[in-house]
């Protein structure tokens, strides 16, 4: 964006092995952006993992060498934007759950995994959850 005024909002993530050139980039993290002017930016995540990046063109002067880019500002997507700023976490006892909620429940994660409505996570934090029949 030639304007540092220009503002677009990042309406999802994806995770992509890409290959560019003979390079090849693991598990690589974009941002999905609407009616960008290219199907792909590439960022400084990736563009730090080299020395230097050449682009050709047919023009006839010698190479022009520039030292910096600006770095795009692009703010992560917000998980909670529903939330009033100003809330804070419950801390709650966990649930005991009875053999059959268990089962109930475990069944449920299952097919929610298998339709890709949830995925699976490490995180160290967990969030109550509540049977609901």
């Known amino acids: 964006m030639a304007n540092s005024s220009m503002v677009i909002e990042t309406e999802g993530v994806c995770k992509v092995n890409l290959k560019i050139?003979?390079?090849?980039?693991?598990?690589?993290?974009?941002?999905?952006?609407?009616?960008?002017c290219s199907d792909v930016l590439i960022g400084h995540d990736i563009l730090d993992r080299h020395s230097s990046v050449e682009i050709g063109?047919?023009?006839?002067?010698?190479?022009?060498?520039?030292?910096?880019?600006?770095?795009a500002q692009v703010p992560p997507v917000s998980l909670f934007s529903n939330l009033n700023p100003d809330c804070r976490t419950?801390?709650?006892?966990?649930?005991?759950?009875?053999v059959e909620d268990n089962i109930f429940m475990a069944l449920k994660i299952q097919k929610l995994l298998?339709?890709?409505?949830?995925?699976?996570?490490?995180?160290?934090w967990r969030a109550q959850a509540f049977l609901i029949r």
């Open 57 to 71: 063109f047919d023009g006839n002067r010698p190479p022009l060498t520039i030292c910096s880019l600006a770095v």
């Open 21 to 36: 050139e003979n390079f090849s980039y693991q598990n690589v993290e974009l941002l999905v952006m609407k009616d960008l």
């Open 90 to 98: 419950l801390v709650t006892k966990s649930s005991h759950h009875t």
């Open 114 to 124: 298998l339709e890709e409505v949830i995925e699976t996570n490490n995180s160290p």
